[in-house]
């Protein structure tokens, strides 16, 4: 059974910084695709950045210049590195992969979420 676990998720005022990470786990899991999303209370839920296996990476233009996706293949982890907290960056912020176990074509999964809320 995969799973994704996010942490690193709290109470920050605005200006400070916060790492989020989403940690993989399941029997010879190799990630492909990662992402991160955020849902706020009573909106829709958002992309906020992505990483492909090769490195590359994509941002919202919301958070371009504040936030950093990065991954370690090694301990099957995705972070964010979120600068510059502002209010609106209140929500909760999910892991979102595309994942293959051994031989078995990719799937795509979610992790559970993890709450990051910005007091002005």
């Known amino acids: 059974q995969v799973r994704l676990v996010e942490s690193g998720g709290g109470l920050v005022q605005s200006g400070g910084s916060l790492r989020l990470s989403c940690a993989a786990s399941?029997?010879?899991?190799?990630?492909?695709?990662m992402a991160w999303y955020r849902q706020a209370p009573g909106k829709e839920r958002e992309f906020v950045a992505s990483?492909?296996?090769?490195?590359?990476?994509d941002y919202v233009d919301s958070v371009k210049g504040r936030f950093t996706i990065s991954r370690d293949n090694r301990k099957n982890t995705l972070y964010l590195q979120m600068n510059s907290l502002k209010p609106e960056d209140t929500a909760v912020y999910l892991c979102?992969?595309?994942?293959?176990?051994?031989?078995?074509?990719?799937?795509?999964?979610w992790g559970k979420g993890t709450l990051v809320t910005v007091s002005s």
């Open positions: 979102n992969a595309d994942i293959r176990r051994g031989t078995i074509p990719p799937d795509n999964y």
């Open positions: 399941g029997f010879a899991v190799s990630l492909n695709w």
């Open positions: 990483i492909k296996s090769i490195g590359t990476t």
